[in-house]
């Protein structure tokens, strides 16, 4: 069994994150947004509010340097043009143009609806209360600094379409948010379990290894490989057909999915070669798993014989790089079923 495994590094997971999200959208459309509103504020001679889009323009390139070198998170990078857009431009453009009789509640709402495409969870809900309590603020100051003569029906028709758009932008973003991230989990399932067993395929290998080097590298957690070979599954798909032989690679897999804990991964690796990965484990851990696993195939009576595997394993510790700790499991397998003289030109399919 041969396969390569390539763990990402701090740059390439950056350069994963920079590629095709909302978020970096976002900067992108924010970048040239404030470079039309640099001219714009230029001609009409507000400058104040020309400093500003100047000043997201310089966050926007900083932000983007440290998210592409994997210092800050994409979320982050998007924090510091929003919070100038939410909390800087939005009450300088309200005093400007004429407050709620103006451009800036129409803005608003684009911002609002730009929170709640780039942030998830509690912080989202944070940035949209404190926008919100800026926004109610600035009417209320808006009402109480009102000299002359205004529309008070225009008014009041503008305070409604305000809140009522706002809150079905919101909604409708996080409707479409949720049924993504559904659809996403349900896509990446499929494509990341094997059909047969329902356990873990080869394409999920490279993720789960990111994730477990990354925990080792951080010093916080040993793991460990266990190669497992069914004994003579040739011979079982010979003599009663590929119809039984799936039924013990189903079987096999059942008893995997019993006997590990809920950290650890089990992959199907084709055949009749499975691998498990097992997090925050010492050697003792690992034998008691193993052990689990034999002895729940040998409680399997549903066939005419027994079903049996070969296995190894190989703590993290005992190699520099994950292709080689696989390597070795999957050596120390062969060793295990050749000591166990299950060795035969035949036995492998």
Not at 28 to 38: K, Q
Not at 179 to 205: F, V
């Amino acid at each position: 069994m041969k396969i390569k495994i390539r763990p990402l590094t701090r740059k390439q997971r950056g350069s994963a994150v920079v590629q095709n999200s909302v978020p970096v959208q976002m900067l992108i459309a924010c970048f040239f947004s404030s470079i039309a509103g640099v001219v714009l504020m230029a001609v009409t001679a507000h400058f104040l509010l020309m400093g500003v889009f100047i000043g997201i323009i310089v966050s926007i390139v900083f932000t983007t340097w440290l998210l592409t070198a994997n210092k800050i998170s994409v979320e982050t990078a998007c924090l510091v043009p929003t919070l100038l857009l939410c909390f800087v431009y939005t009450p300088l453009s309200w005093l400007t143009f004429d407050g709620l009789l103006g451009c800036t509640p129409y803005l608003s709402i684009l911002f609002i609806v730009v929170i709640a495409l780039t942030y998830y969870r509690r912080f989202q809900v944070v940035l949209l209360s404190l926008y919100a309590a800026l926004i109610m603020g600035l009417i209320v100051y808006w009402f109480l600094t009102w000299q002359g003569e205004r529309d008070m029906e225009r008014i009041v028709n503008i305070l409604a379409a305000y809140f009522l758009t706002a809150s079905i932008s919101v909604l409708i973003v996080e409707g479409v948010k949720r049924k993504n991230r559904e659809l996403n989990r349900h896509i990446m399932d499929l494509s990341m379990h094997d059909d047969l067993t329902g356990l873990l395929n080869r394409r999920a290998i490279e993720r789960v290894f990111d994730e477990m080097e990354y925990a080792y590298q951080s010093g916080k957690y040993e793991y460990a490989l266990v190669m497992l070979d069914i004994d003579h599954f040739k011979k079982i798909n010979d003599l009663y057909g590929h119809h039984l032989g799936d039924s013990v690679l189903k079987s096999l897999a059942e008893c995997i999915n019993k006997c590990i804990r809920a950290g650890d991964y089990a992959f199907r690796m084709g055949g009749d070669e499975f691998l498990l990965i097992l997090f925050n484990v010492d050697q003792e851990t690992v034998n008691r798993i193993s052990n689990r696993i034999r002895d729940a195939l040998g409680e399997i009576h549903e066939y005419d014989f027994s079903i049996t595997v070969s296995g190894g394993y190989a703590m993290r510790r005992e190699h520099s790089d994950p292709t080689s700790l696989l390597e070795l499991a999957d050596r120390r397998m062969y060793e295990d079923k050749k000591n166990r003289g299950f060795v035969e030109s035949a036995d492998k399919i």
